[in-house]
């Protein structure tokens, strides 16, 4: 089980939560390979794992086979983590308009160049690639992409069942993992996309013959999915149910590992705030209290609004619905003539210098 990157929330001290939880791999938040090699004191800070943590996995977002060879052999000659994920899934226009993350794939020849830059300098380190169906149900590139990835010796290829059109909204469509199992049956192929509770992942894995499964906005507020899905995957129907004081004391937890992580407390209580609403879903908390939580200005303050919270309230009915972001785009941006050339395998220019998140 692999948790999901996603920026602005898989850092460290969220993920030392989650792995406390079960075995697997948990992937820190994108790091742009341009950062990396710049050492950039950002990047480099958003790289730092606890000393818990291993295996320790890095995902890249990188576009010019050059520099993504450069930062992959940095990770490895450096010993900054043990596993390489590279993203080619980012749906975000200002990434994509610039023909980076989940545009790249459709030109199938620059992401061979890619692919190929990142194994070869990765030396030991196993280098898995998470991309989406594709641009639009249009312009499917999946397949390619996989395919590329097998003959390129990519450790793993995880596939979010949804084209960049689609962002995050509607369903994700299965189907497609099963396609993309058939299609290279010689490396593992781990699936993502709505996997709400345990048993989602269990139907994941038995509809698909996916070899993992990748799990993102499932765990926000519930990094107790993953004893969950440990627990499934060993044959177990012990499910973990915490009260709502279990579930305070998670979130106090979670917001003193950011303090220590952001080093200025009153950071660390605003980057939580976005946290507080998916712990609390589906508990009876009045308005006030929530507010009161979701705008806290220090960790005692947190504290305090956490102490009057009902702690032998139990675990909610109905929770394993979806949460965190959905909606569609109506158009996927691309730079100019993008869609002409599939196998054009020229870098696009600029596609890292927008992007944020190190
Ligand atoms: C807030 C947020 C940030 C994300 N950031 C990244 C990212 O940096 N890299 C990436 O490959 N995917 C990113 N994703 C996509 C997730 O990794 C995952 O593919 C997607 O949420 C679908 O899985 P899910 O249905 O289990 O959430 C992000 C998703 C969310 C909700």
Known sequence: MVLAPMAGITNAPFRVLCREQGAGLFVCEMITTRGLVERNPKTMRMIRFDDSERPRSIQLYGVD?????????????????????????????????????????YKRGLLRRILR????????????????????????TYLDAGRIAAEEGV???????????????????????ARLKEAVPEIPVLGNGDIWCADDALRMVAETGCDGVVV?????????LFKDLENAFNGSPERVRPTLGEVAGMMIRHAEGLAGCFDIERYAVADFRKHVGWYLKGFTVGAPLRRELATAE?????????????????????????????????????????????????????????????
């Open 216 to 224: 993102g906005r499932g765990c926000l507020g519930r990094p107790w």
């Open 65 to 105: 086979p050059d520099i993504v060879g450069r930062a992959v052999r940095m990770i490895a000659e450096e010993g900054l983590a043990d596993h390489v994920d590279l993203n080619f899934g980012c749906p975000v226009p200002k990434v994509t308009r610039r023909g980076g993350g989940s545009a790249l794939p």
């Open 117 to 140: 830059a990142a194994v070869a300098n990765a030396g030991a380190l196993p280098v898995t690639m998470k991309m989406r169906k594709g641009i639009d149900d249009d312009h499917l």
């Open 155 to 177: 450790a793993a290829i995880a596939l979010h069942a949804r084209t960049a059109r689609q962002h995050y909204g509607g369903v994700a469509d299965w189907a497609a993992i």
């Open 298 to 358: 220090s960790l005692d303050g947190l504290r305090e609004g956490l102490a009057k919270l009902e702690h032998d309230q139990p675990w909610p009915p109905h929770t394993d619905t979806p949460r965190g972001k959905s909606g569609e785009r109506s158009k996927v941006l691309l730079p100019d003539g993008w869609l002409d050339d599939p196998w054009d395998g020229a870098v696009p220019q600029d596609a890292e210098s927008e992007v944020s998140g190190g």
